[in-house]
């Protein structure tokens, strides 16, 4: 697992959600352990409602992700919406 096609992924899932005001965050790329770790960040967002609810978050974060990366890795992601 590089961590530069995952930062790229990760980027490229960034972009709407910033439309809403919403962020993706690396937080790690651990080839070791074949662990990626994101945070939802909803600081700047006006209505966290508006942005792609946290199940279908985690869905496309995770097809993404596969497309980009052939390696098996776990998939971490930090939503705030969750409790």
Known sequence: ???STVAAAVDELRRPLRADGAD???VRADPRT???ELRLDLTAVGCA??????D???QVVEAVLR???PEEFELVLHD????
């Open 1 to 3: 697992m590089d961590e």
């Open 24 to 26: 993706l965050v690396l």
């Open 34 to 36: 074949a662990l990626i």
């Open 49 to 54: 409602d508006c942005v792609l609810p946290p």
């Open 56 to 58: 279908r978050l985690a």
């Open 67 to 69: 497309r980009d990366i």
């Open 80 to 83: 705030p919406r969750r409790p």
